[in-house]
């Protein structure tokens, strides 16, 4: 079954068949979006008054607000203005004219995104707007917002490298973040060679990302995160969910060792088709490590299988954009092994067209 698996993975044909719109293309031609998005986004100029601002809020949903809790993970370490993303029509109460609101929509359709936008300009916060066009440019325009446009054509998803690189060099122009050429350099650098590493051509003896899309085939999984990887670890579960169509939940440690490990017992079943993927990495708190260490040894007792997944790189962005490449293959070989085109999100298509329909 492993061998028939990965042969179906190693074969040119599985990937032209399944993968009609080339989302593998997508996937490992994130570490040149990622260096398209930071020059485009350090060319970006804002007013100057946007320096005056005490926190920072992107508004967004699914692929487009991923970015911007990778941002607050990214950058919550060192002194810089606090940054939350706000997945809903209303932004958070301490929300004024000291705040910068990033409404970040790639469609520039999405509703809880354009409610937040009007949200913004009311309670009078300097606001900019990251998108490739839609309602949300007309509204930017309407309101003199300035607007990033991002001129890359995939699923919001595959557009990590704008949602997160753009906000990231946006805080860098207004001088609220220190200088992160570097750590993006040496990050598009890792992701590079890491998708050497793991695109469809690397035969699964020598691809990580096929053998982890093997052992979770047919399996509930639950994605473990902690630290600057929680962002990371979201975005895993939610590209297992959209790519792969499958489910996918996340847990974040410490806060797991708290609560989830009692509930590894019951339904006897679920834990048998279950299977933890825990996000490591180097530099993590290292009482999150050991607490990796325990829950690994807690889900063996329970009879749940789990595998470890190490960032790698040098940088914080390094480690954590590895990680997300390494979880966006796996998610993809994962919607193959599943028979799915991992491109489409139909269910999200007529939730959104049925919302619209009751307006
Ligand atoms: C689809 C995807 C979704 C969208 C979300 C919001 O690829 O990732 O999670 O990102 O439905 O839509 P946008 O990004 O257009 O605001």
Excluded at 113 to 125: E, M, S, V, Y
Excluded at 285 to 303: D, F, N, S, T, V
Aim: aromatic share 8%; with cysteine; hydrophobic share 40%.
């Amino acid at each position: 079954m492993v061998n028939d698996a990965a042969s179906f993975l190693d074969n040119p044909e599985t990937h032209e068949s399944l993968d009609i719109t080339g989302f593998r293309d997508r996937i490992g031609d994130l570490p040149h979006q990622c260096l398209r998005a930071w020059e485009q986004g350090l060319k970006f100029s804002l007013p100057d008054d946007y320096r005056n601002v005490r926190n920072v809020v992107v508004t967004g949903m699914g692929g487009s607000a991923i970015g911007g809790e990778l941002l607050g993970d990214l950058i919550s370490k060192d002194g810089s203005p606090l940054v939350t993303v706000c997945r809903d029509y209303h932004l958070p109460p301490y929300l004024g004219s000291d705040s910068l609101v990033i409404a970040s929509s790639y469609s520039g359709n999405t509703e809880e995104t354009i409610a937040a936008f009007h949200d913004a300009i009311q309670r009078g916060a300097k606001v900019v707007a990251v998108t490739t066009g839609g309602q949300l440019l007309k509204l930017a325009h309407e309101e003199g917002v300035p607007v990033f446009q991002i001129d890359y054509v995939g699923e919001p998803r595959a557009a990590l490298g704008y949602s997160f690189l753009v906000p990231l060099a946006i805080l860098q122009n207004l001088r609220l973040i220190a200088d992160s050429d570097e750590a993006v350099l040496e990050a598009a650098e890792v992701l590079l060679s890491l998708s050497h590493r793991l695109k469809p051509k690397i035969p699964t003896q020598d691809n990580p990302a096929k053998e982890l899309a093997i052992s979770l085939h047919g399996k509930l999984i639950v994605i473990y995160g902690g630290g600057m990887l929680s962002g990371v670890a979201r975005r895993w579960k939610t590209q297992f969910n959209e790519n792969a169509k499958t489910w996918a939940f996340v847990e974040l440690l410490p806060e797991a060792g708290h609560n989830a490990i009692a509930g590894l017992q019951w339904p006897k079943p679920i834990g048998k088709k279950a299977c933890g993927v825990l996000l490591n990495t180097w530099s993590l708190h290292p009482r999150i490590k050991l607490r990796y260490q325990m829950i690994e040894e807690l889900l063996g007792k329970a009879g749940v299988e789990c595998r470890t997944v190490d960032g790698v790189g040098k940088s914080t962005l390094a480690q954590m954009l590895s990680s997300v490449l390494f979880g966006d293959y796996t998610s993809y070989y994962l919607a193959l092994l599943n028979g799915e085109d991992p491109s489409p999100v139909s269910p999200l298509d007529y939730l959104k067209s049925r919302l619209k329909d009751l307006q």
